[in-house]
């Protein structure tokens, strides 16, 4: 016995694949975890009208970035160019995407699943892709800080990437 | 589109059916097989240690508890559009080791589960089982989270 009237209540309520256009947030950070993830959100966006936007978040905002000062002992990722950092990382994920998919690359500064979360709620994201490590600069769990956060707090569905 | 089996641990709860609707949306977009897959585990949801009670109490209570899982498993079986090839399994034993083996034995690519089950408190994000399974699957996993109510 079919159950249609939960079906239809289910779909009106959230149905994430059956829409007309499926909105993707991936986080990339320029790991081989977030360019698995980005592959994996392609296949998904693949069929039908769907969208996906790639997010890098900076700790440093661009206007830090000052051609003149250089310290030489501390690691380019701190005191290079965030603006440069921000561009090769998206560019690289963005490769990754056939140009039939609608893409779009966005940078936020801040702490990373603070902004990952906003993004996702004003945004009106339906699916958050994100490998299971990577994002944040701790290894050594399972599941990284940052996909944990994700998918605590997450108001969409979360796809973790293995 | 990259998924050629999804399986879906079920519990019961609201969460569990919420997951498994989108899953069979998944797998019709994907053209995917689906396993439905209830685990049966009386020592956490009675708190019956297997060892302790008459042989004849323990059956009845166990027969009921996977006729109750198969119940859950035919509903959703139900909703599962002609086109997509579906079964379910009433398994008994430890949650999250069941669901672990199972998704090992039947090679599913995805699994696909709410992020909180009947177990959970409600202040509880991210389930111990959804977790655990989440940290120790090989493949990957994808969480659909509970309403707000």
Not at chain 1, 130 to 138: I, S
Not at chain 2, 77 to 83: F, G, K
Not at chain 2, 99 to 113: F, G, H, K
Request: charged share 20%; aromatic share 4%; with cysteine.
């Amino acid at each position: 016995m079919k159950n249609q009237n939960s079906v239809e209540a289910g779909k009106a309520k959230g149905a994430i694949f059956m829409q007309a256009v499926l909105h993707i947030l991936v986080p990339v950070d320029g790991s081989l975890h977030s360019d698995r993830a980005v592959a994996q959100a392609v296949k998904l966006a693949s069929a039908g009208k769907n969208r996906i936007d790639l997010l890098y978040v900076a700790y440093f905002d661009q206007a830090t970035d000052d051609a003149v000062t250089k310290i030489s002992w501390l690691p380019g990722s701190v005191t290079g160019s965030t603006g440069k950092l921000s561009r090769t990382i998206l560019q690289r994920a963005a490769a990754l995407i056939p140009p039939e998919i609608e893409q779009t690359q966005q940078v936020r500064t801040g702490i990373p699943a603070k902004e990952i979360l906003a993004f996702a709620q004003t945004q009106a994201v339906n699916l958050i892709v994100v490998g299971a490590r990577g994002l944040g600069r701790v290894e050594g769990f399972l599941l990284g800080s940052v996909s944990q956060e994700l998918l605590e707090q997450a108001p969409c569905a979360v796809l973790v990437v293995k | 589109m990259g998924w050629s089996r999804i399986l879906v641990p079920v519990d019961g709860s609201a969460n569990a059916f919420k997951a498994a609707q989108q899953a069979i949306d998944l797998a019709k977009c994907c053209e995917a097989e689906l396993e439905f897959l209830h685990v049966v585990n009386l020592t956490a949801s009675l708190g019956i240690p297997s060892a302790v009670g008459s042989k004849e109490k323990d059956t009845s209570v166990l027969e009921d508890a996977i006729d109750h899982g198969r119940k859950i498993l035919d509903q959703l079986l139900d909703l599962v559009p002609p086109e997509v090839k579906a079964k379910g399994h009433c398994v008994s034993g430890s949650t999250e080791k069941v669901i672990l083996q199972e998704a090992e034995a039947s090679r599913c690519d995805l699994i696909v589960m709410g992020s909180r089950g009947l177990g959970a408190l409600r202040a509880v994000l991210v389930g111990s089982i959804s977790c655990a399974v989440l940290n120790n699957a090989s493949c990957s996993v994808m969480l659909i989270k509970a309403d707000k109510k």
